[in-house]
């Protein structure tokens, strides 16, 4: 259960790139946008922070 009542919204930017936005009471809270490779063999996901401008985590993941 969310006590914040957390909604998501999915934005498609292009066949290999979306956007994920998070809001709680109507106020953006999380940024994230999800790039799988070329070759699909890794994911690139970068997260901010509205609330803390300058702040992104950046992570890849490779397929094994």
Known sequence: KDPGHTT???KKIDDRTFEMTQSRAGKLVGLTRVHVSDDARSLQTE????ST??????AVWDKQ
């Open 53 to 58: 401008p300058g702040t992104k985590e950046t």
């Open 8 to 10: 998501v919204a999915l």
């Open 47 to 50: 997260y901010s922070d509205p």
